[in-house]
């Protein structure tokens, strides 16, 4: 059994569902379990909406919701011609818009858009996505059912940012699955949405979809967890930066979850989390392009080579500087610093200390104000805004001759703010002005990327795409 996760982009119309129609069809052998997305911004759309009903303009907010629900009436028009198949789904549409209105004419009058009320917009774009695909596939005689996840996606109460019940998952998913596999049905389900004990329908963070597909492979001991968007793999660098990344063929997981932390965006970084744990291979794939090799993300890794692999970046972070007032220990600072970042729903990307203060490193939130007022309480504080993180990331960095002269030498004229190295072997990251971060990133792929590569290692791709 294989998972085939595809994309908002793989879906956003008739033509790309037609084509991930024919894409499912040629690995029927491989007994596929279809993790669908939104179609694409409609997670924005719907969030939109959400937000013009807090702020009282009801009529834009259905205006917003009506462009969006007519996309999905047009795909279900040219997808699906069967008329009993046809009418149910548009009568399906017709009452999850409705819902929607209701959703609105409350927030309206309340004012206010809560996480828990943002998650009841949000849970429509999968839901009406996962619905269209599994007719389109029962369409081409492929038989197909649609499975709503909450009968086995159980998470906690976190909504907009829910963590799976990973006990809970695995014994619903597991029962729920058993039918399908005993008829031979292919299930199609939602990523990103989950529910509470009590029924509510939660989200797991924004591009979490590839993270629901991995949580189901790892559940059902899949053989395969297939990411299917609209690039050919992870690359060596950002292609709207870097005018040729390579596509890379293979890393490690840590190395993905490196990449994915500091900023690529082909995959949700939690997605690695339950393959390593059932070590099940995640392959990237481009729908628009099945035939390409993609990119294959697994636990081997070869040690005894250092290998660099792609340069990523973050933008838009602050350094920290916390100067204890009173001298304890760096232990209990942290403790506090910690404390304070938890609190915020925070964390720290990068940290440095000396024995006189601590820097870190975090994305400008908007709670940033919150956290600095705090973090004056246990000391001085000084942050400096309009940061960005460039980060080089490669199997055994360290063992690369003259690795950390080459970088610098790429980026002197920039002055860099902080350094992190020797946390993991894979990553080696500093922290510059924000508004260098592109040209450093096209220094660094030049000095390591652009000469002749290994062939094995790297793949020449079209430059043609935008970014997933
Ligand atoms: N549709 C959701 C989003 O846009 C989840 C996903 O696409 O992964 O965030
Ligand atoms: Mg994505």
Redesign the pocket.
């Known amino acids: 059994m294989i998972i085939m996760k595809f994309?908002?982009t793989s879906t956003q119309d008739a033509t790309a569902v037609t084509n991930v129609v024919e894409i499912i069809h040629s690995r029927l052998s491989q007994h596929p379990f279809i993790v669908i997305?939104?179609i694409a911004q409609?997670?924005?759309l719907l969030e939109l909406a959400g937000k013009l009903a807090a702020s009282g303009r009801v009529g834009e907010a259905n205006d917003t919701l009506l462009k969006l629900f007519e996309r999905h009436y047009t795909m279900v028009d040219n997808l699906v011609h069967d008329t009993a198949r046809h009418r149910e789904l548009r009568a399906v549409l017709g009452s999850s818009f409705r819902e929607l209105e209701g959703l609105v004419d409350g927030v309206s009058i309340l004012h206010e858009l809560t996480p828990r009320t943002l998650d009841a917009f949000?849970c429509y774009?999968?839901l009406l996505s996962s619905r269209i695909i599994a007719a389109a596939l029962q369409e081409r005689h492929i038989p197909a059912e649609w499975l709503d996840s909450k009968e086995f996606m159980i998470t906690d109460e976190n909504f907009t940012r829910a963590l799976p019940m990973m006990d809970l998952v695995q014994t619903r998913l597991n029962q729920v699955a058993v039918p399908f596999l005993t008829a031979g049905t292919i299930p199609v389900t939602q990523?990103?949405i989950g529910v509470t004990l009590a029924g509510r329908r939660t989200?797991m963070g924004?591009?979490?979809?590839?993270y629901s597909a991995s949580i189901i492979g790892a559940v059902l001991h899949a053989e395969d967890i297939q990411i299917w968007t609209d690039v050919d793999g992870i690359l060596t660098a950002d292609p709207q930066v870097v005018t040729s990344p390579k596509k890379i063929k293979a890393l490690s997981f840590e190395e993905a979850y490196e990449l994915s932390y500091f900023g690529a965006k082909v995959l949700?970084p939690n997605t690695m989390l339950p393959a390593i744990e059932k070590n099940i291979p995640i392959h990237i794939y481009n729908s628009r392009r099945p035939q390409s090799s993609g990119t294959l993300v697994t636990s081997a890794s070869d040690s005894r080579q250092s290998l660099l692999k792609s340069v990523a970046y973050k933008r838009n972070v602050v350094v920290i500087n916390v100067v204890p007032r009173t001298r304890f220990s760096q232990y209990m600072l942290w403790e506090h610093i910690y404390s304070i970042l938890t609190k915020y729903d925070s964390v720290a990307s990068m940290t440095t200390t000396s024995e006189y203060s601590s820097s870190f490193v975090m994305d400008a939130y908007p709670n940033l104000q919150a956290i600095i007022h705090e973090l004056e309480g246990i000391g001085i504080v000084s942050v400096l805004e309009k940061k960005g993180i460039v980060c080089v990331v490669g199997t055994n960095i360290r063992q690369q001759p003259f690795l950390v002269d080459r970088i610098f030498r790429s980026v002197s004229q920039y002055g860099i703010a902080m350094i992190s190295y020797g946390a993991s072997k894979s990553n080696l990251s500093m922290v510059l002005d924000d508004e260098a971060v592109p040209d450093a990133v096209r220094r660094i792929h030049l000095e390591f990327f652009e000469s002749p590569n290994d062939e094995n290692l790297f793949e020449e791709i079209e430059h043609k795409h935008a970014s997933a």
């Open positions: 994309g908002g997305s939104a409609a997670t924005n949000y774009g999968e990523g990103f989200t924004r591009e979490s979809s590839d949700h």
